[in-house]
């Protein structure tokens, strides 16, 4: 772990370069640059909140507000889209990277780390659209930004640990790929984004309990829609269990790294 985090720091200036590299690359050739960033989860926010508000907002249990449901679902879609791009992306991290990791001797670790903050940087982005829409509507405290670090947080470690098992399976067994872009679609669906857990029933509610994104994404609407403190029990299960996955990952990555790169 000390080696790690030893050669992460030595490599800060290609870890930083590399992230600059890919924004610009992303956006270098598109006419409308980086807003191709925040107009995907605008459309989907915006669908979402056309077809739904209407059905839901009567459902919120003690929320009556215009625009509670339009909270609701942004904050919920925020954190899920964090969670999604660096699970999705990171699981052919490696094989996306293959020629680098044949060619060039660095800290194959570093990929991960460019990876997930990559995604925290496009979160940030995305929230400060948020922010701002909840400000013009008066919605807006401090509270809700500190609220918000240990809710991203237990998020990234959540993430990376997942992306981390998966990104070294999907070298050795490429159906892992195609198999976690469906299994991420049903997740989204068993995380209560679009529609509140309390409308669920009583015996399918407790299956939906045991899914560490809804505890996070619960956590959210319960800072941002009704402007609580999160049930931190519940995220401090979720970030045991996620610092377990982590460690499975890097003890996975360590242990393969070579045979990743003959794989390759």
Known sequence: MFSLISATLRYRGFIIGAVKRDFQSRYRTSMLGALWLIMQPLAMITVYTLIFSEIMKSKLPGISGQYSYSIYICSGLLLWGLFLEICGKGTSLFIDNANLLKKVNFPR???????????????????????????????????????????????????????????????????????????????????????PIEIIPGWARKFVEMNPMAVTVNSMHEVFVRGHAPEWLPLLYVLVLSALLLLLGLYLFRRHSGDMVDEL
Do not use: C, E, H, K
């Open 109 to 195: 670790i570093t990929l991960p780390i460019i990876l997930v903050l990559t995604a925290l940087i496009n979160f940030f982005i995305i929230f400060l659209i948020f922010l701002t829409f909840l400000v013009i509507i008066n919605a807006f405290s401090l509270f809700q930004l500190i609220m918000l670090i240990p809710i991203v947080f237990v998020t990234l470690v959540l993430a990376s640990g997942i992306a981390m098992i998966l990104a070294v399976l999907n070298v050795f067994f490429r159906d892992v790929g195609q198999l976690i872009s469906i299994l991420l679609q049903f997740w989204f669906w068993f995380t209560p984004i679009v529609y």
